[in-house]
């Protein structure tokens, strides 16, 4: 049962960047979907803060790597090396950007069980990538999909969808393969000299 103070609360957590609007709902346990509210916005404020940091990495290594546009020397591990970080950087920081794109289609609660399952499993690769070059963004990235997981089962609770993880799956890997795709182009054109076998294999 909701008290005044409560009901004030719904007014304040419908403006908030999920723009999830609880009103809408239609479904009886009313302050048990409140609680998706805050808790998808913290796992956006987590997103973004990893987004944050992926930025600032991308941005120095960029500049770092600057001299091996024109000092470049594709028989040196150390060369091969700092563009892979780079790839491998700005694989993450894209991903994690068409990521931040997809919860903005989240509308209410309905919505989190169609838009939400497929992020995960990318979510997880991209932890998996960034686990030794940059550890504490691994680390909240596994934070993020562990949230994500439990916001999408109590929201598939809530409105009784159903969704087939295969699915999720295969979709997660047409876009994580479409970020794959756009990342290599933007290096090849970046490094023009560069062996890309070379760097794919470093």
Known sequence: M?????????????????KCNVYTLEYSNTSYSVTLVPRLEY??????????ILKKKRDDLKKSNKLLVTDFDET???????????????????????????????????SIPI????????????????FVIIPHCSQKLSELSVHL???VLDS???????FDFSQSNDESSIMLNEVKLMVDSKIRKQYPNLDFFKVCNT
């Open 156 to 162: 598939a609770a809530l409105t009784k969808a159903r």
């Open 115 to 130: 838009v939400l399952p497929a992020v995960i499993p990318m979510i997880r690769t991209v932890s998996a990538q960034l």
């Open 76 to 110: 040196s591990d150390v060369t091969l090396g700092a563009i892979n970080l780079e790839r491998t950087v700005s694989f993450s920081l894209e991903t994690l950007t068409l990521i931040k794109k997809r919860t903005k289609q989240i509308s209410n609660v309905t």
């Open 149 to 151: 997981g439990s916001i």
């Open 43 to 52: 796992s956006i404020h987590l997103l973004d803060e990893i987004v944050s």
């Open 2 to 18: 909701l008290h005044g103070p409560q009901i004030q609360n719904l007014d304040q957590l419908c403006g908030m960047a999920v």
